[in-house]
């Protein structure tokens, strides 16, 4: 069982900071590729950040570039999105994601296998 469970949102002014955190159980947790996406009302979820199985590799969407940083610590199964600068325009709700078949799985949503609930980030101007 891989499923995530994220925590971490939350409400927030523009221009601060929010850390989520997604822990997942399994065995194998460092072979799984992990990904970070988001869905704002009336819109499809779209890619947020990246990260390899080993951590080594990271991506992200242009829009987030530069203000938010993925991160994983294998030895607690947990991946970490830190969001700084945060803009109204991150209004979503933010979902972790596993792959289990890809140790790199970027930013095809298809290659996700396993989601969390969601948490919900708000950036008030």
């Known amino acids: 069982q891989v499923q995530p469970v994220e925590s971490g949102g939350g409400l927030v002014q523009a221009g601060g900071s929010l850390r989520l955190s997604c822990a997942a159980s399994?065995?194998?947790?460092?072979?799984?590729?992990m990904g970070w996406f988001r869905q704002a009302p009336g819109k499809e979820r779209e890619f947020v950040a990246a990260?390899?199985?080993?951590?080594?590799?990271?991506y992200y969407a242009d829009s987030v570039k530069g203000r938010f940083t993925i991160s994983r610590g294998n030895a607690k199964n947990t991946v970490y999105l830190q969001m700084n600068s945060l803009k109204p325009e991150d209004t979503a709700v933010y979902y972790c994601a596993t792959a289990v078949s890809y140790c790199a799985a970027g930013s095809s949503i298809d290659r996700y296998n396993f989601w969390g609930q969601g948490t919900q980030v708000t950036v008030s101007s």
């Open positions: 399994g065995r194998t947790f460092g072979a799984y590729g």
């Open positions: 990260i390899s199985c080993s951590g080594s590799s990271t």
